[in-house]
């Protein structure tokens, strides 16, 4: 659909925040009227989330993260002798700088591939900027990133420009309250965003157990004797994948509901065997109303047959 750049970075500023934490200080300048791009609204979402935990990883201690919107036109000159760019043309420009750690050329060279990482073991995938590389790409934009050792690192995503006005808002945007009081097990292992959905669903009526990664939650499943009804899991964690916890969770309650969560296309996670085919899900950064929604339709859903050869086996993890 039709979107306006400043409206979807300044919808996610208040999530942001939250990612980044309170040592880091987040700033956003928006031009007016820097105009409106063609494309999904979530997965602009998930651009900007990327790149600005990508910006926070790369500052230790204090810093600044600052995300600008602003109109271009390019020229000839401005696009000629560069590689894997955008034509000449109108296009929204979104920037997100830091002033962290910086990179070398050699790893600059490197960072859209998939899996590739600079972070230790357990501490990030490789698959954030190559789904933002993906996305832009697929938007028909472009990205630029410049940086160097100790100055710090600025991404440039180009879009191009639409000449429309975006549709009028939807009026049941407001995510519904109180509309379940099911149990539901979350796990996520990025801290932030399981405080953030945890204190959602509450809010919805939903008695929430939380886990911060798969072993806490077998642990805690191990020990609890009510029926659970609904598993939210991120798909990619250290150690074991959501689908590998499902599995082992269905052996405990069969007709247990599944909805899995990542902020990685499908297509990239599909590439590398993280999901199998027809599986869904739901795509982060997303809004109240949106994990609302969804929440209630997994739960809703019928339940899946299982096949005879398949007994339902002992409670044992």
């Not at 790369?58 to 000159?77: D, K, N, R, Y």
């Not at 899996?115 to 590389?133: D, E, I």
């Not at 109180?178 to 009526?205: C, N, P």
Request: hydrophobic share 40%.
């Amino acid at each position: 659909m039709v979107v306006e750049v400043n409206a979807i970075v300044t919808s996610s500023l208040k999530m942001l925040v939250r990612l980044v934490g309170e040592n880091i200080q987040l700033n956003f300048a928006q031009q007016p009227n820097a105009g409106y791009v063609l494309m999904d609204p979530s997965q602009l979402d998930q651009v900007l989330a990327n790149l600005v935990v990508n910006a926070r990883d790369a500052i230790t201690g204090t810093g600044h993260i600052s995300i600008a919107v602003t109109p271009q036109t390019l020229q000839e000159a401005d696009c000629r002798d560069k590689p894997d760019f955008v034509p000449p043309g109108n296009y929204v420009a979104l920037t997100v700088r830091d002033d962290g750690s910086g990179m070398t050329p050699e790893i600059q060279a490197r960072i859209f591939e998939p899996f590739f990482t600079t972070k230790g073991v357990g501490k990030g995938t490789g698959l954030g900027l190559a789904m933002v590389y993906g996305v832009v790409k697929q938007n028909h934009g472009a990205i630029t990133v410049e940086s160097a050792p100790g100055l710090g690192t600025t991404f440039t995503i180009y879009l191009p420009r639409s000449g429309e006005a975006p549709p009028a808002a939807e009026p049941d945007s407001v995510a519904p309250k109180s509309v379940g009081k099911e149990t539901v097990l979350l796990v996520e292992d990025e801290v932030r965003v399981l405080e953030l959905v945890q204190r959602i669903l509450t809010q919805q009526g939903y008695n929430i157990l939380s886990a911060a990664t798969p072993a806490e939650a077998l642990r805690l499943c191990a020990s609890y004797q009510e029926p659970i009804h609904l598993l939210l899991t991120d798909v990619i964690m250290p150690g074991m994948s959501g689908l590998e916890l499902a599995e082992r969770l269905k052996k405990l309650w069969p007709d247990l509901r599944v909805l899995y969560m990542s902020g990685y296309t499908k297509d990239i996670m599909a590439q590398h065997g993280h999901l199998p085919a027809g599986i869904t899900v739901l795509q982060k950064p997303f809004t109240g109303a949106a994990l609302a929604q969804r929440v209630r339709a997994s739960l809703d859903a019928p339940p899946v047959v299982r096949p005879l050869s398949s007994p339902v086996e002992p409670r044992r993890i």
